[in-house]
């Protein structure tokens, strides 16, 4: 099986910055897309960032130019760079792998608070 684990959430003012890392664990192969999803309470899951395996990224328009995501393909790992933070940045915050052969699997998630 994969386990997904996310670090780096916490609490910080806006226009601070937080850097979220996940790292997988498990039989890892075959990667399709790598990403992040965040969750604020009373609404849908939505996409923040994603990157493929060939390097092709993505970001939600609410993010581009505040957000960078990266890899690191020997470590399996995801990383989201997230500056300038606003309050409506507050929410869980998720990584996601897309296996091309074998399905799709989520981590548990980090709280990301941004005061005002």
């Not at 670090?7 to 990667?31: D, E, K, M, P």
């Not at 399709?32 to 996409?47: D, F, I, S, T």
């Not at 970001?59 to 933070?85: E, P």
Request: net charge positive.
């Amino acid at each position: 099986q994969v386990q997904l684990v996310e670090s780096g959430g916490g609490l910080v003012q806006a226009g601070g910055s937080l850097s979220l890392s996940c790292a997988a664990s498990g039989r890892i192969f075959s990667i399709n897309v790598m990403g992040w999803y965040r969750q604020a309470p009373g609404k849908q899951r939505e996409l923040v960032a994603t990157i493929t395996n060939t390097g092709h990224i993505n970001y939600a328009h609410s993010v581009k130019g505040r957000f960078t995501i990266s890899r690191d393909n020997a470590k399996t790992t995801v990383d989201l760079q997230m500056n300038s933070l606003k309050p409506e940045d507050t929410a869980v915050y998720y990584c996601n792998i897309d296996f091309i052969y074998s399905g799709n699997y989520w981590g548990q998630g980090t709280q990301v608070t941004v005061s005002s």
